[in-house]
């Protein structure tokens, strides 16, 4: 016998759809403000960045701004918070699609200096601009160790798993060869950041040598 047919979703309220175009209305309207003061804030740094200057970006009144955000310090962190959240998004994949822990640590390496090179605005924005502004700061950090938590415990787990088979130095730590490559690759990054942009290329054999070296390093 077929299974029992069952009831049919019940449809939503008038109020409840009416609720839910709102909803995306104000989400849309958010995203247009983020996208304008990300182009206010590439273009005149966090010392010039105003809620004026987004207001007339993203051609809306102040009130309409101060809605969705209370102040300055806000707009950045969502921009940084946004920033963050495609890092880990692109770095956890990479560590994911390593087959070993030890591989893992090269892909994490390399795989957040890849990204940030390709988008050097955002690493400016989570990283150089919304650290300068201390509000903008304490939202960001509440952000960040969650998030890069989870990268570091998928890492860690496989780094477990080698230890397990043998593939690691008996005196090697799985949570501190992590922070090593975090800290390591921000190193990368923060030394390509300051090089003219024909030059950036350079990161290539120092971040070759620099996972070579971590896993040298881990390894028996």
């Not at 957040?112 to 690493?123: K, N």
């Not at 950090?141 to 496989?158: F, G």
Request: proline share 6%.
């Amino acid at each position: 016998m077929g299974q029992p047919r069952t009831a049919a979703e019940p449809e939503p309220s008038p109020e409840a759809r009416r609720l839910a175009r709102k909803s995306r209305r104000q989400d849309n309207r958010r995203q247009q403000i983020l996208r304008a003061a990300r182009e206010v804030l590439l273009a005149s740094g966090p010392e010039a960045f105003t809620m004026e200057q987004v207001a007339r970006a993203a051609d809306a009144s102040k009130a309409a701004l101060y809605y969705y955000f209370e102040a300055k310090e806000e707009v950045v962190a969502a921009l940084a918070i946004e920033a963050l959240r495609r890092e880990v998004e692109a770095v956890s994949a990479a560590v994911i699609a390593a087959e070993r822990g030890i591989d893992g640590l090269a892909a994490l390496l390399r795989g957040r200096v890849e990204h940030y090179l390709a988008d050097p605005d955002s690493f400016r924005i989570l990283y150089t601009w919304a650290p300068t502004l201390g509000a903008t700061q304490r939202l960001v950090l509440a952000e960040i160790l969650p998030l890069t938590a989870v990268v570091s415990q998928t890492l860690e787990a496989k780094l477990q798993r080698d230890r397990k088979a043998g593939l690691l130095h008996p005196d090697a730590n799985p949570a501190r060869l992590s922070q090593v490559a975090w800290i390591t690759s921000h190193g990368l990054l923060s030394y390509a950041m300051n090089q003219p942009h024909p030059e950036r290329g350079a990161w290539r054999p120092l971040c070759d040598e620099a996972c070579a070296a971590l896993v040298r390093g881990a390894t028996r």
